[in-house]
């Protein structure tokens, strides 16, 4: 076997351990009886092998469908009040996000042409109907849940956000001199005349419009003013302890300048006011052939603050004809509007209050056992270097500690034996202890590389800010190559060691982000094996040098081996199951688009393939249809954390293979980024990620969702007499020792 396939090496004593423990795979299709069950539409194959449009989900709508789950954890009283109300401030972001980037691009292409594209099947025209009715639907039901629900059971527990028509006269007195002292003096109203035509504003503010009576100081006429809110405006507002009790009630900014905007116009009358918000096209237009990409980015940084209108929000009790108004100022349609019951910003929303009680239990994140202080020694630090000798070390986040990977920095920082680090950088954060030790370490001599990816999409001008910091400590810093993003997660370390040169090797799923590490699952993996440390150490040459691609032993590296690797895989399955052999494959990763791929799934479900897709959101694949891929489930679980691993497995005839990677299978991750995907070869890490990572969250009856072969998700509840199992409590019960909720 192939060197880089090798992890089948290490499992091959014990063929079939991991499933045949677990489940008991039927792998012929006649033999499985779930056609009460399939989908039945008509799909055509060609002589090439590609499928009819019919075959597959459009990307945008099930992206959208995606939200409407996170929209339902809101709903959901499984989780505790504090958090419900994130999940909606989450929807909200997603969202925003959506309209930004997804929306955006689809108008982009009515606007060459209105023509059905090979892939999707639908008509730019067409995805816009129905995108506007789902996320009409969606964003009624979210204010729904905010007035009914949330903000309700909120004020029974003493927070709540107050309306002007709520408060008494010490706290009405009170918000007039904040208005005056805070918040008036930052305002620019604008009147709207031929002097001062409707003015530009930016993706996303907060805005009042406000219709007007009488003259101004000038003698003129004029009915109508634009007021934009200053970003460096909290949009919510505690009042003072002595107004309230000590309790948490607040004002809305919106409130305040309602309640006083006529101060603005000091001699007229102001006879309507309202709030609305424009979102705008946010997506970076960069050129491949540009000379310096850190200050391309910069100017288009500023752009994106500016870029083509897509959608309009107004309050409920706005009048038709000042919405009509804004729309035809935004050059927009009626389908672009949105009328919300509530703050039209509610991204902004305050929610991180210290009420234990309403908020998620909170857990100690465990330190992996390796890396763990000698008890009759707690004084003298843990030797990652000694320890990731001995045998590779598995991180599992947020259950385990982020610290390990901190921790190895900031000793080889120090360490005199260590000659040189090399890091990627997706998103990190200028205040990352990642950025400060690999600045230490450039400071202490070291030869620190560091790639940067400045294309992380909303993190650009933060990457900016990293690679100006590490270069002044002097640190080498590169920017990837042009035209692919640099999204693989590695940390290499060369460590001098008596007569030779040792390689340590950090490899992960998520990105080198502390926060994220806490609220993402991610795997990341600890090594000093050789070949694994020299494929790591030629993929970094290939991102600071020139040359072929790198002829590797144990990885996989997109945009070059990846793709052709998954496919083999799959071919191989495909050969074991037409041979009466068991053949099965699970597939855990945030999305599932690229066509090929999907192409190879449909073929291995009709030989027989057992297929199962855990995907976090976007899924182009149609499962359970009859004929097509009746082999095939497809399950989401959205829950507490966001599921952020990337899992590939496959049996292959007993002789198992497992790969973590930071690829999706979509087109981008396989052909236009750097990506890599490692194998698992300690057998005990193998059973780890098949149990934990897998089979664990195939398992979940209580926050997976379910896709059908039409299209639609449906959430799976325990069936009668079933004990309920959320993957994600298991994991805080089995790793952290917490007691799950239900």
């Known amino acids: 076997m192939n060197k880089q396939n090798n992890s089948s090496d290490k499992n091959s004593s014990n063929k079939g351990s991991h499933v045949d423990d677990i489940v008991d795979v ?135 956000y107050l309306k002007r028509e709520e408060l008494n006269a010490e706290q009405s007195a009170w918000m007039k001199r904040y208005f005056t002292e805070q918040v008036s003096p930052v305002l620019t109203p604008i009147s709207i005349d031929p002097a001062h035509p409707f003015p530009r504003l930016v993706n996303k503010s907060l805005n009042f419009i406000a219709t007007l009576e009488g003259k101004d100081a000038f003698g003129r006429d004029i009915n109508l003013a634009i007021v934009p809110a200053p970003r460096s405006l909290p949009r919510v507002i505690r009042l003072p302890d002595e107004l309230t009790g000590g309790k948490e009630h607040h004002v809305m900014l919106s409130a305040v300048i309602h309640e006083h905007i006529g101060e603005l116009f000091p001699g007229m009358s102001v006879t309507g006011c309202h709030q609305f918000r424009l979102t705008r096209n946010a997506d970076l237009d960069l050129a491949d052939d540009v000379e310096d990409i850190a200050k391309a980015l910069e100017g288009e940084l500023e752009n994106r603050r500016f870029g083509d209108k ?39 929303l305050l929610f991180d209050f210290n009420i234990p009680a309403l908020r998620y239990q909170p857990f100690t994140h465990v330190m992996p056992k390796a890396f763990r202080r000698d008890v009759d020694n707690l004084e003298k630090p843990t030797s990652m270097f000694a320890a990731m000798r001995k045998r590779d070390v598995l991180v599992h986040h947020p259950f385990h500690s982020f610290s390990p990977i901190i921790n190895l920095l900031w000793q080889a920082a120090s360490d005199p034996k260590v000659l040189a680090i090399k890091q990627t950088l997706y998103r990190s954060g200028t205040n990352s202890e990642i950025v400060k030790a690999l600045a230490a370490a450039a400071r202490n001599g070291k030869e620190v590389t560091a790639v940067i990816e400045l294309r992380a999409r909303f993190d650009e001008a933060s990457n900016i800010a990293v690679a100006n910091y590490l270069q002044e400590a002097g640190a080498v810093v590169v920017y990837g190559i042009v035209g692919y993003k640099t999204h693989a997660k590695l940390m290499l370390i060369i460590r001098r060691e008596e007569d030779r040169i040792r390689r340590y090797v950090h490899l992960g799923t998520g990105n080198y982000h502390a926060g994220n590490a806490k609220a993402y699952t991610d795997y990341g993996l600890f090594t000093a094996d050789t070949d694994i440390s020299e494929d790591v150490h030629k993929i970094f040459q290939e991102l600071t040098g020139m040359g072929k691609p790198a002829n590797l032993k144990k990885l996989m590296h997109a945009p070059f081996t990846l793709h052709d690797k998954l496919m083999g895989f799959i071919d191989d399955e495909i050969v074991h199951a037409k041979a009466g052999k068991r053949a099965h494959i699970i597939v855990k990763v945030n999305a599932l688009t690229e066509r090929r791929l999907i192409n190879k799934l449909y073929d291995a479900s009709q030989a027989g393939v057992k297929i199962e897709l855990i995907l976090r959101s976007i899924c182009c ?107 994600q409590e298991y994991l805080l019960k089995a790793i952290n020792g917490v007691e799950p909720a239900i």
């Not at 959901?76 to 925003?96: A, G, K, T, V, W």
């Not at 107004?314 to 009328?339: G, I, M």
């Not at 497992?658 to 981008?668: F, V």
């Not at 005990?684 to 009856?701: C, P, R, S, V, W």
């Open 621 to 727: 694949l149609r499962p359970q249809v009859k004929g097509l891929s009746e082999n095939i489930t497809v399950r989401s679980v959205v829950g507490r954390f966001l599921e952020h691993t990337r899992v590939y497995y496959f049996y292959n005839d007993g002789d198992e293979r497992l790969y973590c990677g930071s690829a999706d299978w979509m087109d981008r991750n396989l052909f236009h980024r750097v990506e890599v995907a490692f194998p698992i070869e300690d057998k005990a890490l193998f059973t780890q990620i098949y149990q934990d990572g897998l089979q664990n969250y195939l398992k979940d009856n209580t926050q997976a969702w379910t896709l059908n072969g039409d299209s639609t998700w449906q959430q799976i509840h325990p069936a009668a007499g079933e004990a309920a199992h959320v993957a």
């Open 26 to 160: 039927s792998n012929v299709v006649h033999e499985i009886d779930n056609s009460e069950d399939l989908t039945e539409i008509k799909w055509q194959r060609s002589e090439d092998g590609s499928y009819s449009p019919s075959s597959y989900i459009n990307r945008e709508l099930s992206l959208l469908q995606f939200q409407l789950r996170v929209l339902a954890q809101a709903a959901s009283p499984r989780h505790p009040l504090l958090e419900r109300l994130f999940f909606l401030i989450i929807f909200s972001s997603n969202l925003d996000e959506f309209f930004e980037i997804r929306v955006a691009g689809i108008m982009q292409k009515l606007n060459i042409g209105d023509v059905s594209s090979n892939d999707q099947g639908m008509r730019p025209s067409e995805m816009l109907k129905e995108i506007s009715a789902t996320a009409h639907d969606a964003i009624d039901e979210q204010y729904r849940i905010l007035n009914e629900d949330i903000l309700p059971a909120l004020a029974n527990d003493g927070i709540r």
């Open 310 to 348: 897509v959608r309009l929000e107004v309050t409920t009790n706005c009048p038709k004809a000042l919405s009509d108004y804004l729309l035809n100022q935004f050059e927009l349609d009626s389908s672009q509007l949105y009328r919300v019951n509530g703050p039209v910003n509610l991204t902004r």
